[in-house]
């Protein structure tokens, strides 16, 4: 995988603006904004937009100009967004990138700003003068209050519909670790002691590796399976359950395997599971 295309499937961990967090990776975002849920919030903010005419714009062009304008706006606005998540995806990391989503929203929101106000002044031949205070202020807020709702009320809803009924990714079928070559479909675990790896395959067999674990799952996409441990990786189709004995949390699987789930990562497993759900013979649901 190219670096982008690691960056493109690498999981983020992203947080709204009263610390909400929610899972998701920058592949799952044209699915997102492909669904009617979407496009239904994305056409009324629109809407909204244009009634309310927070930068008096209509004073200055055509309500067809003006909804032009929102358009571009919300276009521009997209791809700076997304721009800035990928950066962030692709910085070297170990663990998920954590993202405060009002900051790249922010910065996002003042590119969109500069090029609408631009666009503005040349439809209106040079008139439109933009007003920073209270204005544009104002606006920010609107759009963050905008995005706060996207996040928090839809979004949830519509990546679990997305990955209930999303089959296994076909671009990642094979997985190199040195010299060794194997089908991530043959792969119930993989376990790092030091600087070596056990790959235990589903049949029961295991192979030795030389190499680091962090390097090894940036290489697999995320719904292949999860890391419960720093140690551990497990397949999605190995069938992984969550367990209790006393107050340690352990994930089994078909093949056997009994394997500890960090303290600080059982939110996150939990997660994982309820939005990767397994049959009870470990086959991955579709």
């Known amino acids: 995988m190219t670096r982008i295309q690691q960056a493109l499937c690498r999981e983020m ?17 044209p699915l997102i904004f492909t669904r009617r849920e979407s496009v239904v919030f994305l056409c009324l903010a629109g809407l ?17 100009e003006a909804a032009f304008v929102w358009i571009f706006a919300e276009g521009i606005f997209a791809v700076v967004y997304f721009a800035i998540l990928l950066g962030i995806a692709m ?9 405060y989503l009002p900051i790249p929203s922010a910065a996002a929101f003042a590119v969109t700003t500069v090029f609408t106000e631009s666009l503005i002044g040349a439809l ?3 008139v439109y003068i933009p007003k920073i205070w209270p204005d544009i202020i104002a606006f920010a807020a609107v759009a963050q209050l905008f995005e706060f709702l996207f996040v928090r009320y839809l979004l949830p809803d519509v990546l679990a519909d997305i990955r209930k009924n999303a089959p296994l990714p076909p671009t990642q079928s094979m997985l190199t670790i040195g010299d060794h070559t194997w089908s991530i ?7 790092s002691n030091q600087h070596y790896l056990r790959v ?13 674990i962090s390097d090894v799952i940036d290489t697999i996409e995320p719904d292949r399976g999860l890391q419960p441990h720093r140690s551990w990786w497990v397949a999605r189709h190995a069938g992984p359950a969550l367990i209790s004995e006393g107050r340690k949390r352990w994930l089994t699987t078909q093949h056997g395997h009994k394997i500890p789930v960090a303290r600080g ?3 996150e497993v939990e997660k994982w599971l309820d939005t990767h759900p397994v049959h009870s013979s470990g086959t991955p649901e579709s």
């Open 13 to 29: 961990h992203t947080f709204d603006a009263l610390w909400h967090e929610i899972h998701l990776t920058l592949r799952e975002i």
């Open 48 to 64: 909204t937009l244009i009634a309310l005419d927070p930068h008096d714009f209509l004073d200055h062009i055509t309500i067809i």
């Open 91 to 99: 910085l070297p990391a170990k663990n998920p990138q954590r993202v």
């Open 124 to 126: 209106s031949n040079g």
């Open 185 to 191: 479909d043959d792969i119930a675990a993989i376990s």
């Open 200 to 212: 235990d395959l589903c049949d029961g067999t295991q192979t030795t590796v030389r190499a680091r």
């Open 265 to 267: 990562r059982i939110d």
